[in-house]
T-cell receptor, first 113, second 113 residues
Framework: GESVGLHLPTLSVQEGDNSIINCAYS??????FIWYKQESGKGPQFIID?????DKRQGQRVTVLLNKTVKHLSLQIAATQPGDSAVYFC????????????FGGGTRLMVKP | EAGVAQSPRYKIIEKRQSVAFWCNPI?????LYWYQQILGQGPKLLIQ????????DSQLPKDRFSAERLKGVDSTLKIQPAKLEDSAVYLC???????????FGQGTRLTVV
């Protein structure tokens, strides 16, 4: 299979533990943020999004936190499962960017059984 | 709901040859994007269409890359002539409206030898 993310930072967690993946963004004008999950050989898959008028949003097993003061975004995955193993990207855009998403460099999550 | 369809899945060509990729977005999605994803990196936007008009192509190497979206539905991305550094996965995505999630296809993996 292909070796995606050879040089990406890697987070290794035990199955059942919680995972926290961090992302720093640079554009203070960004007002919409998305976390994507990308498995090997597949396109990015939407996980959760958050708008800049919020600082926290929860989904099923996932929570996104936004700290606009320090331009930081995090993705928390509860009770991490082997199926969560993938590369995770944060993406940002702003209203005047015409929905053009700028992706971060990605983090590889490895879940140990 | 059918997802974003791309073809071919894989393509191997020699440098200086030409290649074309095809994308069919999700029905009703006005915005279509082409991204280039080099191994180990996040996707980089090449071009964004709103219906059949170009919204942003500032990162498209226009001396060798071209894209069109006739009739505001399907889109093709062409590279002519290809260089070794064009080896990457080319992802197509579509979205319904501003500041909404983009849905990605599986991508076309291009290898230039």
């Amino acid at each position: 299979g292909e070796s995606v993310g050879l040089h990406l930072p890697t987070l290794s967690v035990q199955e059942g533990d919680n995972s926290i993946i961090n992302c720093a963004y640079s554009n203070s004008a960004s007002d919409y943020f998305i976390w994507y999950k990308q498995e090997s050989g597949k396109g990015p898959q939407f996980i959760i999004d958050i708008r800049s008028n919020m600082d926290k949003r929860q989904g099923q097993r996932v929570t996104v936190l936004l700290n606009k003061t320090v331009k930081h975004l995090s993705l928390q995955i509860a009770a991490t499962q082997p199926g969560d193993s993938a590369v995770y990207f944060c993406a940002e855009t702003y209203n005047n960017a015409g929905n053009m998403l700028t992706f971060g460099g990605g983090t590889r999550l490895m879940v140990k059984p | 709901e059918a997802g974003v369809a791309q073809s071919p899945r894989y393509k191997i060509i020699e440098k200086r040859q030409s290649v074309a990729f095809w994308c069919n977005p999700i029905s009703g999605h006005a915005t279509l994007y082409w991204y280039q994803q080099i191994l180990g990196q996040g996707p980089k936007l090449l071009i964004q269409f709103q219906n059949n008009g170009v919204v942003d192509d500032s990162q498209l190497p226009k001396d060798r890359f071209s894209a069109e979206r006739l009739k505001g539905v399907d889109s093709t991305l062409k590279i002519q002539p290809a260089k070794l550094e064009d080896s990457a996965v080319y992802l197509c995505a579509s979205s319904l409206a501003w500041l909404t999630e983009a849905f990605f296809g599986q991508g076309t993996r291009l290898t230039v030898v």
